[in-house]
């Protein structure tokens, strides 16, 4: 059973970083990606970035790149997303998933997810 935990979430002023973590278990070879989700309030789920766990690339939204970078340690089983010059429109809850489709920010092909963690960006 893969497990998902999310942390790193917080209150950050605008123009602002935040590092969030997602700290996986109970991997099988079947689930390699890892993905990045957000949920604004009254909004529906979308992608954000995606990592392949065998090095084999990465994959944002076209609106992310260059703001938002995502990583993993593979020692510690555990991804992350940096996020860069944050603005008011980047406050949602923060979601990792796991997939087992190859990269992609399709929500529907992620079996596995997390909590989630909640990220607000205000003055």
């Known amino acids: 059973q893969v497990q998902l935990v999310e942390s790193g979430g917080g209150l950050v002023q605008p123009g602002g970083s935040l590092r969030l973590s997602c700290a996986a278990s109970?991997?099988?070879?079947?689930?390699?990606?890892i993905g990045w989700f957000r949920q604004a309030p009254g909004k529906e789920r979308e992608g954000v970035s995606c990592?392949?766990?065998?090095?084999?690339?990465?994959y944002y939204r076209d609106s992310m790149k260059g703001r938002f970078t995502i990583s993993e340690d593979i020692a510690k089983n555990t991804f992350y997303l940096q996020m860069n010059s944050l603005t008011p429109e980047d406050t949602a809850v923060y979601f990792c998933?796991?997939?087992?489709?190859?990269?992609?920010?399709?929500?529907?092909?992620?079996?596995?997810w997390g909590q989630g963690t909640q990220v607000t960006v205000s003055s």
């Open positions: 998933a796991a997939t087992k489709y190859g990269l992609g920010l399709n929500s529907y092909e992620y079996d596995y």
């Open positions: 109970g991997f099988t070879s079947l689930y390699y990606v």
């Open positions: 990592i392949s766990r065998d090095g084999g690339g990465t």
